[in-house]
């Protein structure tokens, strides 16, 4: 009996270990993503999060303009251009504008127009099925009050959308 409970102590020892080490190991694991990148990384299937990252923005009343799908743009391309190495299993951007905050950010400054239209990206690696990173390039708040306002306001619609499609709860 008393033998037992040491093994199972060890055991309970080494999974706390384990729980402990997990979120490392994860965070080692996510794609790098290059500086301004807001991203979110999930384990959900990527049709379930492509899904949600499209009904995120259709339910706020927005219109897609196109879909991007990059990942099979790389896959038919990559002969033309000498590689076999497959980058993604899947991989899609989408882009779209909101009039409001489009008109509030290009009233501010007409060279805001650079920032249009607004792009949020779903993807996942070969190497890692059933991980997917959602996420936007995080707009520059730059120029007058008014323009930093308005693009604040932009990123945070965006910030919105890839939580939401990533399966995070939404503050209202």
């Known amino acids: 009996m008393r033998k037992e409970a040491g093994r199972w102590m060890r055991q309970v020892a080494f999974s706390g270990?384990?729980?402990a080490l997990a979120p490392a190991a994860f965070a080692q694991s996510a794609p790098e993503l290059p500086e301004g990148v807001v991203s979110h990384t999930v384990e959900r299937p990527y049709d379930d999060v492509r899904f949600d990252m499209e009904?995120?923005?259709i339910n706020r009343g927005l219109v897609i303009d196109h879909v991007s799908h990059i990942g099979e743009m790389l896959a038919r391309t990559g002969a033309d251009v000498g590689s076999d190495k497959v980058v993604f299993a899947n991989a899609d951007a989408m882009m779209f504008c909101s009039a409001r905050l489009s008109r509030a950010a290009m009233e501010a400054s007409a060279g805001n127009i650079a920032f249009c239209p607004y792009v949020v990206f779903a993807f996942e690696t070969p190497d890692a099925p059933g991980r997917v990173t959602v996420g936007f390039r995080k707009l520059e708040e730059t120029g007058s009050d008014a323009s930093r306002k308005a693009l604040?306001?932009?990123n945070a619609l965006l910030s919105e959308i890839v939580a939401e499609a990533a399966g995070e709860e939404r503050e209202m």
């Open 152 to 154: 604040a306001d932009v």
């Open 55 to 57: 009904n995120a923005i």
């Open 17 to 19: 270990v384990l729980c």
